[in-house]
């Protein structure tokens, strides 16, 4: 077992607390919902990054390249100056959703490059120009551009053209779980000599205001020259610094005579260090060197060409070695997280894919955050200090006082999105299973818990709606998580873990039920569910239109929440065959499901459309025939989704159950028949159960894989090329509403305009087709081949079409023939200069014709799922027993 895993193996039993320290600052706290005390609600006005050196938080901290424990009492970050910016660079600049002509988005370059799950080693870049920062310029210019218009990103100012910019590797080296090094090294790939300072940054979160300190933390200056850090929580960290660097002290406390106009109750402030460095202000620095925020400040000339090195460590005992042995252990700790990798990798033959998968892994390592929000103690203010105003007690998130959110969870991305997404999170735990299954499976179990899932059954949405629906892919990603983690196990799978989830799905289930079929016909609403823009109209507010909107994506993800649930009982018959009676029940859910779909009940509300071939919404109006929506989307595709292949002797191990089964198909026979293959066996006798039939199947495959359609060079489209040129328009109570193939950014300002559905590639919907056709080529054993692509007269199986679609996705990020990535576009300087080309980015979607990545620059969340893309391209392409049993190749 190597070392990385040993110290996995020791977090998990207790033995020592490796995960304590980790990457747990956000990136962003400023904009953020649970920052805003506005009465309206307006969140990104409420704090803004011009605000934010001067204001105390209350729920979190920022930083860059930023570590924090778990509970996030002790920070530490990094802070820069060139010499030329107004500011100094402790926190990432971006545009809020109001500024971006495409919704908010960070306007710096950085890259996560490496991390352990213990992060006993990590690795980051930050690239930081030595002019003067565009600020100005970068507002303005996105303030001209419209919808129509590409962001302009700070590539795009010139910045970085004659290379007078820094390139910063910011490193950290745990020796103990509490004994962490941390390295800057600054290198000028500019023509001239350049100066900079660099600060390593330390504060204290402020909690003390709450009155639940017993004692103030305190930073103090030591005799060494180092600092101590005391906190009643932790007790005594020491702080060493190699060379002699100029250390001062101030407190994380508000300056509200910048930001409010009123007089400053506190003398030494947030913002002083920034003054000190930027203005030469001392007056605002503690005299006596302590306080609750701290910078090491070096100043130093880096020559062109050059490189310098800034370190730390940071120790729960006094040490005399103190930084004489940083470079031992990063040394140590760098060759152990090659071990670990190449252990993970070893089926990867082509090295830029493993560079791919391992910075993939690394973003979402790096994606941890702590995450802190008590929606009561926020809606109702803190004794003794300022009450927020009372509109808020009727607005967002009103109905969600139960929530109280206080742990360190996989985020989407900790910039634009530094907030949880709960459908994000369940792909993230896919790719990290294969690292760290622990984390991933107490990421999916936090979300049920009852700090998180609302007493009705809902599981929270995201943090600037925590009523609206996701989809529920919860269930999915427990069994598959669940499957992983049982492969590395030897087979032994973790009963405790998937019985605790299944336990609180039935919950969330049974909210499914009571809340978005409200006609109790088995076909669903959902509104928005995590598609933002995909509908002619907002989902999320159909009733605004006077009518309802019957969901054919809503109805397939309940009825693959149905299989997965099936599958989860029989999973758990293993250790008690008493699950085979809810088996039956979540198959009876599905079946009915597909009774509904395809118009059992005669109500005139089949999704099904026999003129197009394909699934569509139904909307709607009193007294009006059903409005069908013939728009081809990926939500006529998400029915591929309900899916499960299980093996004939497992159905005879489960004798209740298998009676139930044959009984009911017995007495329900056009129910029965909705039941793909039922009575014919496939390999290895197993039996199929799915929404889609053969035709049905073959049909919207054929137009999944039309590159006239919704096949891309680069993985499959969420909307049909084919409203390029014919664009779907309806007229909804005098409205006329148009959508077309947008393969970019969106043109729209549905949710603010900041992610589209209209046509780019999404990688959570593409990994979902992906492993959908593995399950029906399980069923047939290779022997049903499609027409890929539509039209070329080549017919191949499922199981080979799934792999070309992966390779597609993977192509985003690999170097082509000319050696340029997709995912880069026309950017010259990212495509060839060796100091960016081969740092990767991963982005929140792509391209719909030419891969470019698009939205949020380091989604890495559910993007990451390239990782396990890669994992399973180089899988054999065996079909054994094993895997036959667990549906998936793992």
Same mark, same amino acid.
């Given at each position: 077992?190597?070392?990385?895993?040993?110290?996995?193996?020791?977090?998990?039993?207790?033995?020592?607390?490796?995960?304590?320290?980790?990457?747990?600052?956000?990136?962003?706290?400023?904009?953020?919902?649970?920052?805003?005390?506005?009465?309206?609600?307006?969140?990104?006005?409420?704090?803004?990054?011009?605000?934010?050196?001067?204001?105390?938080?209350?729920?979190?901290?920022?930083?860059?390249?930023?570590?924090?424990?778990?509970?996030?009492?002790?920070?530490?970050?990094?802070?820069?100056?060139?010499?030329?910016?107004?500011?100094?660079?402790?926190?990432?600049?971006?545009?809020?959703?109001?500024?971006?002509?495409?919704?908010?988005?960070?306007?710096?370059?950085?890259?996560?490059?490496?991390?352990?799950?213990?992060?006993?080693?990590?690795?980051?870049?930050?690239?930081?120009?030595?002019?003067?920062?565009?600020?100005?310029?970068?507002?303005?210019?996105?303030?001209?551009?419209?919808?129509?218009?590409?962001?302009?990103?700070?590539?795009?100012?010139?910045?970085?053209?004659?290379?007078? =910019?820094?390139?910063?590797?910011?490193?950290?080296?745990?020796?103990?779980?509490?004994?962490?090094?941390?390295?800057?090294?600054?290198?000028?790939?500019?023509?001239?000599?350049?100066?900079?300072?660099?600060?390593?940054?330390?504060?204290?979160?402020?909690?003390?205001?709450?009155?639940?300190?017993?004692? &103030?933390?305190?930073?103090?200056?030591?005799?060494?020259?180092?600092?101590?850090?005391?906190?009643?929580?932790?007790?005594?960290?020491?702080?060493?610094?190699?060379?002699?660097?100029?250390?001062?002290?101030?407190?994380?406390?508000?300056?509200?005579?910048?930001?409010?106009?009123?007089?400053?109750?506190?003398?030494?402030?947030?913002?002083?260090?920034?003054?000190?460095?930027?203005?030469?202000?001392?007056?605002?620095?503690?005299?006596?060197?302590?306080?609750?925020?701290?910078?090491?400040?070096?100043?130093?000339?880096?020559?062109?060409?050059?490189?310098?090195?800034?370190?730390?460590?940071?120790?729960?005992?006094?040490?005399?070695?103190?930084?004489?042995?940083?470079?031992?252990?990063?040394?140590?700790?760098?060759?152990?997280?090659?071990?670990?990798?190449?252990?993970?990798?070893?089926?990867?033959?082509?090295?830029?894919?493993?560079?791919?998968?391992?910075?993939?892994?690394?973003? &979402? &390592?790096?994606?941890?955050?702590?995450?802190? =929000?008590?929606?009561?103690?926020?809606?109702?203010?803190?004794?003794?200090?300022?009450?927020?105003?009372?509109?808020?007690?009727?607005?967002?998130?009103?109905?969600?006082?139960?929530?109280?959110?206080?742990?360190?969870?996989?985020?989407?991305?900790?910039?634009? =999105?530094?907030?949880?997404?709960?459908?994000?999170?369940?792909?993230?735990?896919?790719?990290?299973?294969?690292?760290?299954?622990?984390?991933?499976?107490?990421?999916?179990?936090?979300?049920?818990?009852?700090?998180?899932?609302?007493?009705?059954?809902?599981?929270?949405?995201?943090?600037?709606?925590?009523?609206?629906?996701?989809?529920?892919?919860?269930?999915?990603?427990?069994?598959?998580?669940?499957?992983?983690?049982?492969?590395?196990?030897?087979?032994?799978?973790?009963?405790?873990?998937?019985?605790?989830?299944?336990?609180?799905?039935?919950?969330?289930?049974?909210?499914?039920?009571?809340?978005?079929?409200?006609?109790?016909?088995?076909?669903?609403?959902?509104?928005?569910?995590?598609?933002?823009?995909?509908?002619?109209?907002?989902?999320?507010?159909?009733?605004?239109?006077?009518?309802?909107?019957?969901?054919?994506?809503?109805?397939?993800?309940?009825?693959?929440?149905?299989?997965?649930?099936?599958?989860?009982?029989?999973?758990?018959?293993?250790?008690?065959?008493?699950?085979?009676?809810?088996?039956?029940?979540?198959?009876?859910?599905?079946?009915?499901?597909?009774?509904?779909?395809?118009?059992?009940?005669?109500?005139?509300?089949?999704?099904?459309?026999?003129?197009?071939?394909? =699934?569509?919404?139904?909307?709607?109006?009193?007294?009006?025939?059903?409005?069908?929506?013939?728009?081809?989307?990926?939500?006529?595709?998400?029915?591929?989704?309900?899916?499960?292949?299980?093996?004939?002797?497992?159905?005879?191990?489960?004798?209740?159950?298998?009676?139930?089964?044959?009984?009911?198909?017995?007495?329900?026979?056009?129910?029965?028949?909705?039941?793909?293959?039922?009575?014919?066996?496939?390999?290895?006798?197993?039996?199929?159960?799915?929404?889609?039939?053969?035709?049905?199947?073959?049909?919207?495959?054929?137009?999944?894989?039309?590159?006239?359609?919704?096949?891309?060079?680069?993985?499959?489209?969420?909307?049909?090329?084919?409203?390029?040129?014919?664009?779907?328009?309806?007229?909804?109570?005098?409205?006329?509403?148009?959508?077309?193939?947008?393969?970019?950014?969106?043109?729209?300002?549905?949710?603010?305009?900041?992610?589209?559905?209209?046509?780019?590639?999404?990688?959570?919907?593409?990994?979902?087709?992906?492993?959908?056709?593995?399950?029906?080529?399980?069923?047939?054993?290779?022997?049903?081949?499609?027409?890929?692509?539509?039209?070329?007269?080549?017919?191949?199986? &499922?199981?080979?079409?799934?792999?070309?679609?992966?390779?597609?996705?993977?192509?985003?990020?690999?170097?082509?023939?000319?050696?340029?990535?997709?995912?880069?576009?026309?950017?010259?300087?990212?495509?060839?200069?060796?100091?960016?080309?081969?740092?990767?980015?991963?982005?929140?979607?792509?391209?719909?014709?030419?891969?470019?990545?698009?939205?949020?620059?380091?989604?890495?969340?559910?993007?990451?799922?390239?990782?396990?893309?890669?994992?399973?391209?180089?899988?054999?392409?065996?079909?054994?027993?094993?895997?036959?049993?667990?549906?998936?190749?793992?």
């Amino acid at each position: 077992m190597n070392t990385e895993k040993l110290r996995l193996e020791e977090d998990r039993e207790g033995k020592k607390h490796w995960k304590k320290w980790g990457p747990y600052l956000t990136e962003r706290q400023w904009g953020t919902v649970r920052e805003d005390y506005s009465p309206n609600g307006a969140a990104w006005d409420n704090v803004t990054h011009d605000e934010a050196r001067s204001k105390a938080y209350r729920w979190g901290e920022e930083g860059i390249g930023g570590i924090s424990d778990n509970k996030q009492n002790l920070c530490i970050a990094w802070a820069f100056w060139n010499g030329k910016d107004p500011i100094i660079k402790e926190r990432l600049f971006g545009l809020t959703g109001p500024q971006g002509n495409h919704g908010e988005d960070v306007k710096e370059l950085y890259y996560y490059l490496d991390s352990t799950p213990t992060h006993s080693y990590m690795k980051m870049l930050y690239k930081y120009p030595q002019n003067e920062f565009p600020y100005s310029l970068i507002k303005e210019e996105n303030k001209k551009r419209t919808k129509n218009d590409p962001e302009f990103e700070l590539i795009d100012t010139g910045i970085f053209d004659d290379d007078a =910019y820094f390139d910063i590797f910011i490193e950290y080296a745990k020796k103990d779980a509490e004994d962490i090094s941390g390295f800057a090294t600054i290198h000028n790939r500019g023509k001239e000599d350049a100066e900079i300072w660099v600060m390593p940054t330390f504060w204290f979160r402020k909690t003390w205001h709450t009155g639940h300190e017993p004692f &103030m933390p305190k930073l103090t200056k030591t005799e060494e020259n180092g600092i101590k850090a005391f906190s009643p929580n932790n007790g005594n960290y020491f702080l060493s610094f190699e060379g002699n660097p100029d250390i001062k002290f101030c407190d994380n406390e508000t300056n509200r005579e910048r930001l409010y106009h009123i007089p400053n109750d506190k003398k030494y402030l947030k913002d002083a260090i920034n003054d000190y460095v930027v203005h030469r202000y001392s007056q605002y620095l503690n005299p006596s060197n302590y306080g609750t925020k701290a910078a090491a400040i070096y100043k130093m000339t880096i020559p062109a060409g050059g490189s310098s090195e800034v370190k730390f460590r940071m120790t729960h005992q006094k040490t005399l070695e103190a930084t004489e042995i940083c470079d031992e252990i990063l040394k140590e700790r760098k060759k152990e997280a090659d071990e670990f990798y190449a252990e993970i990798q070893h089926r990867v033959k082509d090295e830029d894919m493993r560079s791919i998968q391992r910075q993939a892994y690394a973003g &979402m &390592m790096w994606g941890k955050q702590f995450y802190y =929000y008590n929606v009561d103690r926020w809606l109702e203010g803190d004794a003794g200090r300022y009450v927020p105003p009372k509109e808020r007690k009727k607005g967002r998130n009103s109905d969600w006082r139960h929530l109280y959110n206080q742990d360190i969870i996989s985020m989407p991305d900790k910039w634009e =999105y530094p907030w949880y997404a709960v459908w994000d999170s369940a792909f993230h735990c896919i790719p990290i299973s294969r690292i760290d299954p622990d984390f991933a499976k107490d990421q999916l179990l936090l979300f049920l818990n009852e700090s998180y899932m609302h007493p009705n059954g809902q599981i929270p949405a995201y943090e600037w709606n925590f009523g609206d629906v996701n989809p529920p892919v919860h269930a999915y990603a427990i069994q598959r998580v669940y499957q992983i983690d049982k492969k590395l196990r030897d087979g032994k799978g973790d009963q405790e873990f998937l019985e605790r989830a299944f336990h609180k799905l039935m919950i969330n289930f049974t909210w499914w039920v009571n809340q978005k079929d409200s006609d109790g016909k088995n076909i669903f609403e959902g509104g928005f569910l995590g598609l933002d823009n995909i509908s002619v109209i907002d989902r999320s507010h159909a009733h605004h239109y006077k009518g309802k909107l019957e969901q054919a994506d809503a109805t397939s993800w309940m009825a693959m929440f149905s299989l997965n649930m099936m599958r989860i009982s029989l999973d758990l018959c293993e250790f008690n065959k008493t699950y085979q009676f809810t088996a039956m029940k979540f198959l009876e859910h599905f079946l009915y499901i597909a009774g509904a779909m395809n118009n059992i009940s005669g109500d005139k509300i089949s999704l099904w459309n026999d003129e197009e071939n394909f =699934y569509f919404d139904v909307f709607h109006l009193p007294g009006k025939e059903p409005k069908v929506m013939k728009l081809k989307s990926i939500v006529g595709i998400i029915p591929l989704f309900a899916v499960e292949s299980i093996r004939l002797d497992m159905f005879d191990s489960l004798p209740e159950f298998k009676a139930r089964l044959e009984f009911f198909l017995k007495e329900k026979p056009k129910l029965a028949s909705l039941i793909s293959s039922w009575i014919q066996p496939g390999f290895e006798k197993r039996r199929l159960f799915a929404l889609l039939r053969g035709h049905r199947m073959k049909s919207i495959l054929n137009k999944m894989l039309d590159p006239q359609e919704f096949l891309s060079d680069y993985g499959v489209r969420s909307l049909s090329k084919f409203h390029l040129k014919k664009p779907y328009t309806v007229k909804i109570n005098g409205d006329q509403l148009t959508v077309k193939y947008t393969p970019g950014e969106s043109d729209s300002l549905m949710f603010g305009g900041n992610s589209n559905w209209r046509g780019p590639i999404w990688f959570p919907i593409n990994h979902l087709i992906i492993e959908s056709l593995r399950k029906f080529d399980y069923y047939y054993g290779g022997e049903f081949s499609i027409e890929y692509p539509t039209g070329s007269g080549n017919y191949v199986t &499922m199981d080979l079409i799934a792999k070309e679609l992966s390779l597609r996705c993977i192509k985003i990020f690999l170097k082509d023939k000319d050696g340029k990535r997709p995912v880069y576009g026309h950017y010259r300087k990212m495509q060839e200069d060796p100091h960016f080309k081969d740092h990767i980015l991963f982005f929140e979607y792509f391209h719909g014709d030419n891969g470019r990545g698009i939205g949020a620059s380091h989604q890495t969340g559910w993007t990451g799922l390239v990782a396990e893309m890669i994992y399973k391209y180089y899988k054999p392409a065996t079909k054994t027993p094993e895997d036959a049993d667990s549906i998936f190749r793992i």
